[in-house]
């Protein structure tokens, strides 16, 4: 396989650039996991605060209105903190597809360098070498996406020490996908435990709410025996069980 011979294809229509990077993320679609129940929890706690605050009869030995009032005000900025960084995960994620892609589109070319030089018999025991794995029955990069930057690596020290770092498909074409791949899933694992501490406090901050909640309900039913079902919708509550 000569250099001559290799369609030099576009990858994907796009150069892999930060530029790029940055491109895909603000041209994706914004999505997130954050279910509703929670965007409405935090309604009621801001309603009920209100309703509390504006009604100091009811009250409770433990709590405050302004504890709750601060309570949901921090609830309502964790979840909107969840909000942001959930929504960029997914474009980090289509990114990575798409260079995944990449990848496995032009992985064969070095295998064809290998090959010519080296023979189809013996090609085989150099792939480990360059970061190429065996599974069932192909040659191919390490699907696991860490594996996969430390098998980027293993291949430009193979294309270097091999003398492939000219070749059409050589250092110039993997280096910048090596140093974008580890990018992309440096932001990938800073997101992932970004969110995940914003939904740890989060949920610690509804379980204090929750808390509230069931107290003053059970104070409006004592104090209202006859009417506190439009009592409690006054407040802001949307069920009676918390």
């Not at 940055?22 to 409405?40: F, G, L, T, Y």
């Not at 070319?109 to 970061?131: H, L, M, N, Q, R």
């Not at 990069?141 to 930057?149: I, S």
């Amino acid at each position: 396989m000569s250099d001559e011979l290799i369609p030099l294809e576009p990858l994907n229509g796009v150069t892999y650039t930060s530029e790029a990077i940055d491109e895909i993320i603000e041209k994706s679609n914004p999505r997130n996991n954050v279910p509703n129940q929670d965007i409405d929890f935090g309604k009621v706690a801001t309603d009920v605060a209100s309703a509390w605050t504006a009604k100091p009869e009811i009250t409770l030995l433990w709590s405050l209105p302004a504890e709750l009032t601060d309570l949901a005000a921090r609830y309502n900025t964790e979840l909107a903190a969840r909000l942001r960084l959930g929504g960029s995960r997914p474009q980090i994620t289509d990114a990575l597809r798409q260079l995944d892609d990449t990848i496995d589109q032009h992985i064969s070319y070095v295998k064809g360098y290998i090959t010519d030089k080296y023979t189809k018999e013996i090609a085989p025991s150099y792939f480990p070498s360059f970061g190429i794995v065996h599974k069932k029955d192909k040659y191919v990069m390490p699907a696991d996406q860490n594996t996969r930057l430390a098998s980027l690596n293993l291949l430009l020290e193979g294309l270097h020490d091999n003398d492939f770092n000219d070749n059409r498909y050589g250092r110039d074409f993997w280096q910048p996908i090596y140093e974008q791949y580890g990018l992309l899933l440096g932001q990938a694992t800073a997101t992932d435990g970004d969110v995940s501490a914003k939904v740890s406090s989060k949920n610690e901050l509804k379980k204090s709410i929750t808390k509230i909640f069931r107290a003053l309900i059970n104070v409006i039913k004592g104090n209202y025996p006859d009417t506190y079902k439009a009592e409690l919708r006054t407040w802001g509550f949307q069920k009676e069980k918390y």
